[in-house]
């Protein structure tokens, strides 16, 4: 069994920025993609960042040139890294583990961005 657990949401203001964290236990593969979701309350959970064990990564429009996504096999973990924060980015920040043969999610941690 996979556990997720999140770290490093919380209440900043516009502009200011952010780094998500998410340690993984269990049987985590390095050929396993990792990434982040978010869910904003009454919208539809959705794809923020993701990266493939060869560190492909891939992005949501909305955060290109401000978010990076990095993982760290050896410790079963990924990053977010968020730079100049909206109100719009706004959500709870799922982290997310997925292969062929499985998908894990974690329980979230809300990222709030208000003045």
């Known amino acids: 069994q996979v556990q997720l657990v999140e770290s490093g949401g919380g209440l900043v203001q516009p502009g200011e920025s952010l780094k998500l964290s998410c340690a993984a236990s269990?049987?985590?593969?390095?050929?396993?993609?990792m990434g982040w979701y978010r869910q904003a309350p009454e919208k539809a959970r959705e794809l923020v960042a993701s990266?493939?064990?060869?560190?492909?990564?891939n992005y949501a429009d909305s955060v290109k040139g401000r978010f990076t996504i990095s993982r760290d096999n050896g410790n079963n973990a990924v990053y977010l890294q968020m730079n100049s924060l909206k109100p719009e980015d706004t959500a709870v920040y799922y982290c997310?583990?997925?292969?062929?043969?499985?998908?894990?999610w974690g329980r979230g941690t809300q990222v709030t961005v208000s003045s």
């Open positions: 269990g049987d985590i593969f390095s050929d396993d993609v």
């Open positions: 997310n583990v997925h292969s062929v043969y499985s998908n894990y």
């Open positions: 990266i493939s064990s060869g560190e492909t990564t």
